[in-house]
């Protein structure tokens, strides 16, 4: 190991679909307009495991996945403008270049930097984490923090205040203004609103706590899961079922049989079918929001056109719960700071990097609605 490399600790993926391998990684100085980051604490999100699972094919491997993450600067590249040693960040998915056409118009969420999350390179198209066999590592959404340590574009970064616990931060990354998003934004819940939410994991229980915050009269969540549809009641979730054919005949029990204002689809892997029973839930004039991710080559195929135009029906894609990041988190952290926006609760339990396999075996079982790994160094 050089004088200019450091000895990290990261999950890995070296086969697609396969486990997390968790090894010892040497990582490379920060370059222009790059940071690196020691790393607090990591969510664990679905959209990770579609990466193990192959249903969303990375370009490069071995690879270190995890986009939700927190930390603290401790190395700036030339060029870094707003972030200094000792600063405390959240790590954001989709970098903000600021001069593309959707960060000009205020959808950085849309940037065009967003090209890079299959990738695992930096902005220059080459690696910072080598392994024992000098083969370079990629990092998914050019974070992987499923790492103790790493290298993040300045761009790809969003300095946050430092009283906020890092596990909190590192959710904040993804799953909570996703899914408050998908209701507040993109559903477009209006007060006195019937919703319906398909899914009520990381991100359905925060579609949940989103369309609570804009004031929907029934909030009805759609789980298998009991534990999850207990939990939910928590969130503010006012009805709970099963299934979606029980919340659809609710939805339209209350509403002179219209049906629901909007449904949210956050199931764990979705499906054409999903969507199309979401679809039979939501009333004429009325949105669907497609949160969930699945397959890349999963589509619909049931949906009646004719119903779609004269109904006057929306089927509505989400990314990042439709709003910037770098407006989304310190908005969120504000409503965390004020009490009207529940964290703490969300995390189920935490994990070190070496049980990450065992962190997803109990997402999968449904035993978490949020888990953090912990990093140590």
Not at 32 to 51: I, P, T
Not at 132 to 152: C, E, H, P, R, W
């Amino acid at each position: 190991m050089s004088e200019n490399t450091k000895k990290i600790r990261a999950a890995v993926l070296r086969e697609l679909p396969g486990p997390w391998t968790v090894e010892d990684l040497e990582i490379s100085g920060p370059k222009r307009g790059e940071v690196l980051v020691e790393l607090k604490a990591a969510g664990l999100c679905h959209s990770d495991d579609h990466h193990r699972q192959n249903d969303l094919p990375l370009a490069n491997l071995p690879a270190i996945v995890g986009h939700e993450g927190a930390g603290v600067v401790i190395a700036v590249g030339e060029g870094v403008y707003d972030l200094e040693v000792g600063d405390h960040v959240v790590a954001s998915f989709i970098p903000a270049c600021g001069k593309c056409k959707w960060c000009s118009l205020g959808m950085q969420n849309l940037c065009d930097f967003g090209r890079f999350i299959l990738e695992g390179t930096q902005i220059d198209g080459t690696f910072r984490i080598t392994d024992k066999d000098g083969k370079g590592v990629a990092t998914a959404a050019m974070l992987g923090t499923f790492s103790n340590y790493q290298i993040m574009d300045q761009t790809s970064l969003i300095k946050v205040d430092k009283d906020i616990p890092f596990p909190i931060a590192a959710i904040v990354a993804c799953g909570v203004p996703t899914g408050v998003g998908s209701a507040r934004n993109v559903a477009n819940v209006q007060p006195g609103d019937v919703v319906v939410i398909m899914g009520i994991g990381g991100i359905g229980m925060n579609a949940v706590q989103g369309a609570t915050l804009a004031g929907a009269r029934h909030i009805i969540a759609v789980d298998p899961i009991e534990y999850k549809r207990k939990r939910a009641l928590e969130f503010g979730a006012t009805d709970v079922f099963a299934t979606i054919q029980e919340a659809e005949a609710f939805a339209k029990s209350i509403t002179n049989g219209q049906g629901a204002d909007s449904a949210i689809v956050t199931v764990g892997v979705i499906t054409g079918e999903h969507v199309s029973q979401a679809y039979q839930a939501v009333r004429k004039g009325g949105t669907l929001v497609v949160t969930a991710l699945g397959k890349v080559d999963a589509s619909i195929s049931d949906i009646n056109l004719f119903d779609l135009a004269m109904m006057q029906k929306r089927i509505q894609g989400n990314v990042y719960g439709g709003w910037s990041p770098r407006v989304a988190v310190p908005m969120l952290l504000d409503l965390y700071r004020d009490g009207k926006l529940k964290l703490d609760e969300l995390i189920t339990r935490t994990y070190k990097i070496d049980e990450i396999n065992e962190a997803f075996d109990d997402m999968h079982s449904g035993k978490n609605i949020r888990g953090v790994i912990i990093h140590e160094h």
